[in-house]
């Protein structure tokens, strides 16, 4: 069966090879001028070539049956040719597939081996043959004695159709010869010069230039020497019709147009040259060479461009697939899916979530994530429907674009994903996620700015233990973006201009007081943002420093501009922990009270009860601070988890009560007996005591009768524009 097998492709090999060369063998056009014969575009020798290259070995049967064939069957003139033809096909694909290995057997128009097939497969094939033929030609008598010199200008022309020949048939037989080897792979050619004219340039432009190219070949081989453009001068208006066409069309398609059109030059070479009585041999010779070199230069770059052109179309279109893809996983990421929103308006998206991925991620390394995203996507894909599809993109989780969205579907989805079990090595993993869903409106302009919200929503769901519907009309009017608060956070960073208010801390033992100072952000509109809108973003951006030491600056500021009037005034600052263990914080603030000559006495940092205030460095810094001048107080009380264990090590000189215990201080026993002990607590640390949100006369009379000596609120005072304390 295999023998049998072998038989029948030999037969299939010679078959195909002995029609395509009689085939080429009429196409190809020659004449005699002064005894020496001159070949024009000639397809015979790039067939043989084109044959050795996709068969290699087992090409040789079927030539030498053909040698055989052609020794008895042509006259030796033409046996001449051929046996030329195939000792300089031998040599060169030899000594080609010596130098490329089996790579050389790949589809022409691969950049990668444009050099070497233009050395073996092309200049050597051609300057072999001419020069082997036109030998053979002087051997045999063919040419007389006096032509001795091979080296004239007919071989030069004869040498420079060959290459012509060579640059563009080769390809061209390659194709025709792996086209009968394998139809399957000719389709595909086929969709490939479809997809070619489809997506290249518009198809005005596409018709404008065939029109052209027609128009001038017209003039080519149309006989009308008494007017220019009918002459070899045409010849150079090719080259940038052909150029255009390799650079938007590619390699694929232009090659076979530029054999066809090759041929017709050759065969109607005496149209656009013509040998009458104007002309004399040498000029006709002299034109013929000129001509030659120029179209053997135009195949040359034309093939040359077009290869180049395919190469970076495909690298382009390779980059556009990476822009659409996630790199790790091979999924399409959210540029996909913006685009693909915009070909199915009335599609449905839904995100689904594991907040645990991130954890698990820095346990088992970066692998995990993406081989866990691999396992959902492969779990959830038979479950899609139509044109559904999958996209994902890191730190937002995966995105389904469903086209028919309704509750019951998504109820399905979650259901599935509940039962999901993620196997890694020896461990299976059940893990919660949270699933979010909404129906896409096209007028909603910004993409990014769903896939936020619908990820926040995932956290909703994932703490309701069911899908969760975001709808994005339900949003109030006065609602303010994230992104806006983001940027008005850092604008005021910028430019320092936080609003700055000031709120009175008053004695309840003399006229003292001092102002602390509270901070809110201009959105506009009149509309304030107050600290509990913009601080999580601005701890979430790592910016809590930079907001400390801005407000720092404008409150010196501000207290540099009061001058001499109120040189005693003092002034209360909140400080968050993450300034503390900043390790330029101390440096940047000695630098601000240089610049504005403000004596440290005048301030109190308010530090909030944390965890991070335990640490050395900010104990350190809290230290340096109290040694400036500085007083320290300790803001919100209380609230922490261990309140008097940290207020047994930390020094300080003030205590602020928090005010969720004074609020009910005088119908609430427990905050009533709270407040006098940490009233008690202080007095044993020489503490001054401050009790927040005093809000009425009879919480006044009761924290004083406790003993606090320093109280804040709006019974004793509102807060104001800081620059209302100049009056």
């Not at 200008?153 to 025709?176: A, E």
């Not at 399409?332 to 899916?337: C, E, G, M, T």
Request: aromatic share 12%.
């Amino acid at each position: 069966m295999v023998f049998s097998a072998s038989i029948q492709q030999h037969i299939k090999i010679c078959v195909t090879f002995f029609f395509l060369y009689s085939l080429a063998a009429k196409l190809s056009h020659s004449v005699e001028i002064v005894g020496m014969p001159l070949r024009f575009y000639d397809l015979t020798l790039p067939i043989v070539t084109a044959l050795l290259i996709l068969y290699h070995r087992r090409a040789l049967p079927t030539l030498a049956l053909f040698a055989l064939y052609s020794f008895y069957h042509y006259p030796l003139f033409d046996f001449l040719s051929i046996a030329a033809q195939l000792s300089s096909a031998l040599i060169c694909v030899t000594l080609y597939f010596f130098a490329t290995g089996k790579r050389g057997r790949v589809s022409f128009g691969r950049s990668r081996l444009s050099a070497q097939r233009i050395c073996w497969l092309i200049f050597l094939n051609s300057f072999t043959f001419t020069v082997l033929y036109q030998w053979l030609l002087l051997k045999f008598h063919f040419i007389s004695a006096s032509d001795e010199n091979i080296f004239s200008v007919i071989t030069l022309i004869n040498i420079q159709w060959m290459l012509t020949s060579c640059i563009t048939g080769v390809p061209f037989c390659y194709l025709l010869f792996r086209a009968c080897y394998k139809p399957s792979w000719f389709l595909s050619y086929l969709r490939q010069l479809k997809d070619l004219i489809v997506n290249g340039p518009h198809a005005i432009s596409q018709l404008v230039w065939a029109m052209l190219l027609i128009a001038i070949m017209y003039c080519m081989i149309t006989t009308r020497n008494d007017i220019l453009i009918f002459t070899d001068y045409s010849i150079v208006l090719l080259l940038p019709l052909m150029l255009w066409g390799s650079i938007r069309l590619g390699h694929a398609l232009i090659n076979p147009l530029w054999v066809f059109m090759l041929i017709l030059l050759g065969y109607y070479t005496d149209n656009y040259i013509s040998i009458k009585n104007e002309f004399t041999v040498e000029h006709y010779i002299g034109h013929l060479a000129l001509a030659s070199s120029m179209i053997a230069i135009f195949s040359l770059t034309i093939v040359l461009v077009g290869v180049l052109a395919t190469r970076i179309l495909n690298y382009i279109k390779h980059l556009k697939r990476v822009s659409l893809s996630e790199p790790h996983t091979g999924l399409p990421n959210l540029q996909a899916l913006k685009k693909d929103l915009i070909q199915y308006p009335n599609a449905g998206l839904c995100t689904v979530q594991c907040p645990e991925l991130n954890s698990l991620t820095q346990a088992h390394g970066i692998a995990f994530r993406f081989e866990f995203v691999k396992a959902v996507v492969a779990y959830l894909t038979p479950l899609l429907k139509g044109y559904d599809n999958i996209y994902y993109s890191p730190g937002y989780g995966i995105f389904l674009r469903l086209d028919n969205m309704n509750e019951s579907l998504i109820d399905s989805y979650y259901k599935a994903m509940t039962s999901f079990r993620f196997s890694w090595g020896e461990m299976e993993l059940g893990l919660n996620f949270g699933l979010s869903w909404m129906r896409y409106d096209n007028n909603i302009p910004n993409l990014s700015y769903i896939v936020g919200q619908l990820n926040a929503s995932t956290f909703v769901s994932l703490q309701n233990g069911k899908p969760e519907n975001l709808n994005m009309n339900e949003a109030g009017d006065s609602a303010v973006n994230p992104a806006v608060i983001r940027h008005l956070l850092q604008q005021s960073i910028d430019q320092k201009s936080f609003v700055l208010l000031a709120q009175p801390i008053v004695s309840t033992s003399s006229s003292d007081r001092y102002q602390e100072i509270l901070i809110r952000i201009n959105a506009g509109n009149n509309n304030l943002l107050f600290p509990n809108t913009f601080l999580p973003l601005a701890e979430e951006a790592g910016l809590l420093a930079e907001v400390d030491m801005t407000v720092i600056e404008q409150t010196f500021r501000f207290m540099h501009s009061l001058g001499q009037s109120q040189g005693d005034s003092r002034f209360s600052i909140n400080l968050t922990p993450q300034s503390l263990i900043k390790s330029d914080f101390l440096d940047r603030l000695f630098t601000l009270f240089n610049t504005w000559s403000i004596r440290p006495e005048r301030i109190i940092f308010e530090i909030i009860e944390s965890d991070i205030i335990d640490n050395l460095n900010a104990a350190n810094v809290l230290r340096e601070l109290r040694n400036l001048g500085c007083k320290i107080a300790i803001d919100d009380f209380g609230t922490g988890a261990s309140s008097y264990s940290r207020l047994k090590n930390l020094e300080a000189d003030i205590l602020k009560i928090d005010g969720s215990f004074v609020r009910n201080i005088v119908s609430e026993k427990f905050d009533h007996f709270i407040v006098m002990s940490f009233c008690e607590a202080a007095k044993f640390k020489n503490l001054e005591v401050v009790a927040e949100f005093v809000e009425s006369e009879e919480i006044k009379q009761m924290l004083i009768t406790m003993g606090v000596g320093w109280l804040q609120g709006y019974h004793t005072g509102k807060p104001v524009a800081i620059e209302s304390l100049r009056k």
